[in-house]
């Protein structure tokens, strides 16, 4: 009997040791979960952007922000909150960080509206209302620099500062 209890307490021993690094790991990941940026997909979180140039049908096109009435950006908060701002309207809800990018939910758009034509502010208004309720975007941070595909429009964006905690 005490041979096959000194055998056991070595197995109970590494069962234990085991158990407690599976914890660990599961513990990492939720953290991780609860937390997007602690995620590799999230590195834009807790940043705002400037979009300096959008493609289209593969034509890109500067966006140079100085001659633009409101600065053209988008914005992800620590806390799952998002904001897309084109000349006229700004956009604004929720993002969730999914697969290669993030998914946007619950926006509302102010209603202000554009009677001009230029080709400039068009492209910008039309770039940034691809973002809409459960729209897939795909996100690449390289650096100071992020690529949004979404909708068919291509975004290069610059970190233009941090996006605060909330802003709702």
């Known amino acids: ?29 939720a953290t991780s979960a609860a937390n997007p ?22 034509k890109q096109t500067p966006i140079p922000n100085r001659d633009l009435v409101n600065q ?14 084109d000349p006229i309207n700004i956009h604004e809800g929720y993002y969730r960080l999914a697969g290669d990018g993030f998914t946007t939910n619950g926006l509302m758009v102010s209603a202000v509206g554009y009677a001009g034509n230029s080709p400039l502010m068009l492209l910008a208004i039309n770039a940034i209302s691809a973002f809409n309720n459960g729209v897939h975007a795909t996100a690449t941070v390289t650096g100071d620099r ?17 996006s605060g905690r909330s802003f709702f």
Request: hydrophobic residues 50%; positive net charge; contains cysteine.
């Open 146 to 162: 992020l690529v949004i595909s979404v909708g068919g429009f291509l975004l290069n964006c610059e970190r233009d500062g941090t």
């Open 72 to 85: 053209v950006y988008v914005l992800f908060t620590p806390n799952g909150q998002f904001a897309a701002d």
């Open 37 to 58: 940026s602690r995620t590799t997909h999230g590195r834009f979180v807790g940043s705002k952007w400037l979009v300096t140039s959008i493609t289209s049908h593969g």
């Open 1 to 29: 009997m005490k041979r096959t209890l000194k055998a056991a307490i070595p197995a109970a021993v590494m069962l234990i040791a085991m158990a407690a690094g599976g914890c660990a790991a599961l513990a990492n990941t």
